[in-house]
Structures are given as structure tokens and as C-alpha cells.
């Protein structure tokens, strides 16, 4: 008997190696032409980029937007090629680079080409539209302001009237767009199933290497991990609140949106003052002594530099040092927003920015060159492995650099008296934080848990809105100012949602900060707490950033996880240890006080 299985298991094995391999073939072949025209037509939508970006004018925009939408209709053409390969079993590389073509746009454009020219046109009518959004007060009669003095008024004003009209103003956009997000929504489905997916929702939670259902299960197991600490931190902030907006808080523990100093309440870090646990104690002053010591851009990003160099990465190619751009140059228009390039894509890399003599700043600085080291270490992969390990890791990596910025590391560089912090300035520090990345999380949750819910059809247009507050409510403990209607459509007053763009990379990316942070910091060896820890000038710490920046999206991102952290789950217990203190501070002041909503 055993030689005659051991012979039917050898055919066995042979037919399905013959049929990969015969299948393979022609999807090799396929792929490489795919990714030959995707690498040449990036590079043009790179150089048309920063261009744009670096002189922007009516035509720089128009140039830039046709290269873009060619981009988007070649990846749709070769997402629809691709089809034939479905079911057939391929060798695991090629199976990768399929799955990863249909998921590079996050809009699937339909085959039909008066739906694609459809949708394209209601997408591009709400982000003008939402650019041209103002708020002209709650009736919308004016006067008028645009988004950048809200947002500053929101920043500044604590005046519960003002803040109330200034938010309905806003908001009122949202009725302009309730129509057309609808149709959008129907017409973007349209796409999502000609890529294969159940719908669009669906389509983006499949970007994560696990089944999508699990991958929203890994949302909730992650919200609740944090969601303790969340509510420790809203009874606080709702304690001072009342103090300070005394009669206008609801009864039932919930905060209204205006009160937190952020148009969305998704930061309320600009409330601070109101909340801050030790007053006037504060860490180094490093703006004043970036100011002082006449750190110019170049010099702080040559300080950047050192960061990386110090832990055995590359010099930064002398090109970099031409193109980039760290000042606004004057006598033309250019947007000031950070951003990272490798225009053709072979090492071309460049950091446009402003750079300012502030700590944020300096900060950034660090954080874009993260994303440029990134850039660099993936380079040589094959055109659809030329991705961070999954949507949300590139900005995770940027922003786990910024943590190393301690006392100790700003000491070094002289930019600090003492390399020690202080205990109660290091509270008052992490409840800064944590105003901005602990109170972020329900809210990113919220946004796309609706859009899931809205792209599947269980959230029905006549919903809409009451969905919305359900969710803001549930996870943020947040409501309206004033009780809304079918009639307002509040997601659409978040740019996300009118242009398109997902949102719960940001929630992983802030997870994934803490616990890579730990990860690199146990590789360097550092076993005191998270908040003193700077990797810089670790070698064991730079060699596994670099191998797992390297894989690029070639392996699943649970592998590069696995590369620096040696686990491949996400998990928010880092994100737990690093605000301790804070949370130790908070459950003594909260006490046996009523919380929640
Ligand atoms: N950049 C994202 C936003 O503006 C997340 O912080 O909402």
C-alpha cells in the first residue's frame, strides 16, 4: 500500500506544480509589463507632483490632475486584464502583486466610462466643494470665515456661544453634499465590484492581510485595550469643562462637539490649559533654544540626518541636497504642507517642507525623514512591492521616530539644560499627548465604522446623520451642540469623507507608533521607561528598521511587524505603558467621581 500512496501523493504534487507553473507563466509575464507601465507612469505622477507642489499655478494643478487620472484609468484597465487570473493557482509572489493592484487606488473606477467619467466628476465637485467651504454663521448669512480661522478660532475662542455658532456654520456644508456623497456612494460600489470586492468598505479593509471581517475585529480588540484610559481621560476633561463652561454640559456625562477645541473634536489638545495637571510646569524650551541657537533649515535637517546616520543608515545622496526644498521660496506659490519624495522612484529623494526655528518643527523634520529613509530602503523591490508594509506603517515609522526626540537626545544636541525630566513636567507632557493621540482613536473609529456601514448599506441615506452622532456618541462620548436632522449631513464637513480618503490607517498608525517604539527602544537595549527612551545612535535599532523598511509591501505587514517587534499582532499595550504615569495621575484625581455617558 505505502509505495502506491506514496506514488498518487508524488503525481499529486506534480499536477499542481505544472498547473502553477503554467498558470505562472503567463501571469509573470502579465505582471511585468504591468509593472513596467505602473513604474513609468507613477514616475510622471511623481514629477507632476512636485512640481505642483512646488509651484503651484492653474496649469501646474491641471498637469498634475491628468497625469493622475491617467494613472487611475491604467490601474483600472490592468485590475480588469487581471481578472483572468482569478481562480488559478499561481506561485505566492505573483498572487501578492494581483491582490496589491487592485487595492493601489482607493477609488475603483468602473468599466463603463460615462460611470468612471461620473465618478470622477463627483468626487472632484465635493473636494471643491469642500474647499471652498466657509462658515457664515448658523444661518448662513454671514460673515464669513474659512477653515483656517475656525480652526484657529476653535484653537483660542472659549466663549460656548461663539463656538456654537462658529460649529453650526460649518457644518451647514454638509447639506451641499448629502446628494452627492449619496450617488457617490452607489457609483464608487459600482467599481469596488468590478475589482471583486463585496463593496467599497470592504475593498479597504481587504488592504490589511487578513479577511476583512477580522481585520474589523482587530479595530474593536484594539478600542477596547485603550478604551479605559479614553474614558479615564474624558471625565477629567469633562470635570474642567464644567468649570469653565459652567450650564453647558449635558446632563447625561456626554461632551458637547464645540467645547474641546477642535472643529471635529478629534485633537483637543488646544485645550490644554483648561486641563493641564501641573501649571507652568514644563519640559526644555526648544523652540526657544532652536531660536537661540540659529538652528536655520539646513541645520536642522542635517540634525535630522545624524538621527539616522547615528543608528547605521545611509548618508542622504547629494541630490537630496539639491532638490529639496525646506524654505517657501519667495516670488511663487507653494504649499507649505511636508511631504516625502522619491520622484523617479530610483533614489531621487526629496523633503519639501518649511522648515520653521520651532520644536514641532524640528520634530517633523525627523518625521518626514523617516518616510524618506523608507523610500530609500525599498526602492529596489518590484514596482507593486513599492509601499510601505500596509497603509498606516509609513506614517507610523515617521511619527515613532519623534518619540525618541527626550530630553536626553535635545541634551546632546544642546537644544536642553537637563537630560532628566522632571516628574511633573513629563504628567503635564503626556496629558498633552495624549489629548491629541489617546482622544484621536474613538474617532477615527467612529468615521470609518460609519463609512463601513454606509458603503455595505446598512446605513441607509435616511440615516445618515443619525448613524454618524450614534457612532460619535458611542465611542467618543461626543454629541452635537444643538440637535441636527436627516437634513444636515455632518460626515461631510470632514475633508475624508468628501475626498475619499480612509481613515483607519490613522488609528492603526497611532498604535503601531507606541509598539514600535517599544520594540526598537527593547532593541536598543533601553530598559527604563518608554518616555525616556531614544533610540538614537543604535545600531541593533537601525538595522531592524532597515530590514523591515526594506521588505516594503513585498511580505505581509504582520512580517515586518515580526522584524522589528518579534510579534505579529498589533497591540496597544505599548501605547498603555508609555502614558502610565499619566493614567496613574488621572485615577487619583478622578477618584470614586460618576464617569462616563
Ligand atoms: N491627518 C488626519 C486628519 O487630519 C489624522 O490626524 O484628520
Not at 476653535?154 to 463656538?163: I, K, S, V
Not at 463593496?199 to 474589523?216: I, K, L, N, V
Not at 547605521?312 to 516625502?340: H, N, V, Y
Request: with cysteine.
Amino acid at each position: 500500500m505505502r509505495p502506491r500512496i506514496a506514488g498518487t501523493l508524488l503525481l499529486m504534487v506534480w499536477v499542481i506544480v505544472a498547473a502553477v507553473l503554467a498558470a505562472g507563466g503567463p501571469a509573470r509575464a502579465f505582471l511585468a509589463q504591468v509593472e513596467a507601465e505602473l513604474k513609468e507612469q507613477t514616475q510622471r505622477v511623481m514629477a507632476a507632483d512636485w512640481i505642483k507642489n512646488t509651484y503651484l499655478t492653474e496649469d501646474t494643478a491641471a498637469l498634475a490632475a491628468a497625469v493622475n487620472e491617467e494613472l487611475l484609468a491604467v490601474t483600472s484597465r490592468h485590475v480588469r486584464d487581471a481578472r483572468r487570473f482569478q481562480g488559478q493557482a499561481l506561485d505566492p509572489e505573483s498572487r501578492r502583486k494581483l491582490h496589491l493592484l487592485r487595492l493601489r487606488t482607493p477609488l475603483a473606477a468602473p468599466s463603463d466610462p460615462a460611470q468612471r467619467r461620473r465618478l470622477a466628476k463627483l468626487r472632484e465637485q465635493m473636494d471643491a466643494a469642500y474647499s471652498r467651504a466657509r462658515d457664515c454663521g448658523p444661518e448662513g448669512r454671514g460673515p464669513c470665515q474659512d477653515l483656517q480661522q475656525v480652526i484657529r478660532l476653535f484653537a483660542t475662542n472659549r466663549d460656548a456661544e461663539t463656538l456654537r455658532n462658529a460649529w453650526l456654520g460649518w457644518h451647514r456644508q454638509g447639506r451641499l453634499q448629502r446628494p452627492r456623497y449619496t450617488e457617490f456612494v452607489a457609483a464608487a460600489n459600482v467599481g469596488a465590484r468590478e475589482f471583486g470586492f463585496a463593496d467599497m468598505g470592504e475593498m479597504w479593509r481587504s488592504a490589511y492581510d487578513m479577511p476583512p471581517a477580522a481585520f474589523a475585529r482587530e479595530i474593536d480588540r484594539l478600542w477596547r485595550q485603550v478604551r479605559p484610559f479614553y474614558e479615564a481621560l474624558h471625565c477629567h476633561v469633562r470635570g474642567r469643562l464644567a468649570r469653565a463652561f459652567a450650564g453647558s454640559l449635558p446632563a447625561d456625562g456626554s461632551i458637547p462637539a464645540h467645547l474641546v477645541g477642535n472643529l471635529w473634536s478629534q485633537d483637543w489638545s488646544t485645550i490644554y490649559p483648561l486641563v493641564e495637571p501641573f501649571p507652568g510646569k514644563a519640559g526644555p524650551d526648544v523652540s526657544a533654544a532652536l531660536a537661540r541657537g540659529k538652528f536655520d533649515p539646513i541645520r536642522a535637517v542635517t540634525t535630522g540626518e545624524s538621527f539616522f546616520t547615528s543608528m547605521g543608515l545611509p548618508d542622504l545622496p547629494k541630490s537630496f541636497w539639491q532638490r529639496s526644498i525646506f524654505t517657501k521660496p519667495a516670488g511663487r506659490e507653494m504649499t507649505c504642507f511636508d511631504a516625502a519624495y522619491d520622484v523617479s522612484g530610483d533614489g531621487d529623494l526629496r523633503l519639501k517642507m518649511c522648515v520653521q526655528p520651532n520644536a514641532e518643527s524640528f520634530a517633523t523634520v525627523h518625521d518626514e525623514l523617516a518616510q524618506i529613509y523608507y523610500l530609500d530602503a525599498y526602492r529596489g523591490r518590484p514596482e507593486l512591492f513599492r509601499r510601505a508594509a500596509n497603509e498606516a506603517f509609513d506614517q507610523a515609522v515617521g511619527s515613532t521616530v519623534t518619540l525618541s526626540i527626550t530630553p536626553a537626545y535635545l541634551a546632546r544636541l544642546g537644544l536642553a539644560d537637563h537630560a532628566l525630566e522632571d516628574e511633573q513636567a513629563l504628567i503635564n507632557r503626556l496629558m498633552q499627548l495624549a489629548l491629541d493621540q489617546i482622544v484621536f482613536l474613538p474617532f477615527a473609529r467612529a468615521v470609518d465604522e460609519w463609512r463601513w456601514g454606509v458603503l455595505a448599506g446598512q446605513i441607509p441615506p435616511s440615516r445618515y446623520n443619525r448613524a454618524w452622532w450614534e457612532l460619535r456618541r458611542r465611542y467618543q462620548g461626543i454629541v452635537p451642540p444643538s440637535p441636527r436632522t436627516e437634513e444636515d449631513f455632518d460626515p461631510g464637513a470632514k475633508r475624508h469623507i468628501p475626498a475619499n480618503l480612509t481613515y483607519i490607517r490613522y488609528f492603526v498608525s497611532y498604535v503601531l507608533r507606541f509598539q514600535l517604539h517599544r520594540a526598537l527602544c527593547h532593541a536598543a537595549g533601553v530598559s527604563g521607561p518608554l518616555t525616556a527612551c531614544s533610540v538614537h545612535g543604535s545600531r541593533e535599532a537601525g538595522k531592524r528598521l532597515w530590514e523591515m523598511m526594506s521588505l516594503g509591501a513585498s511580505r505581509p505587514w504582520q512580517e515586518a511587524l515580526a522584524k522589528i517587534a518579534g510579534e505579529r499582532t498589533l497591540d496597544a499595550s505599548a501605547m498603555l505603558e508609555y502614558f502610565a504615569p499619566l493614567r496613574g495621575w488621572l485615577d487619583r484625581q478622578n477618584g470614586t467621581q460618576r464617569c462616563g455617558w
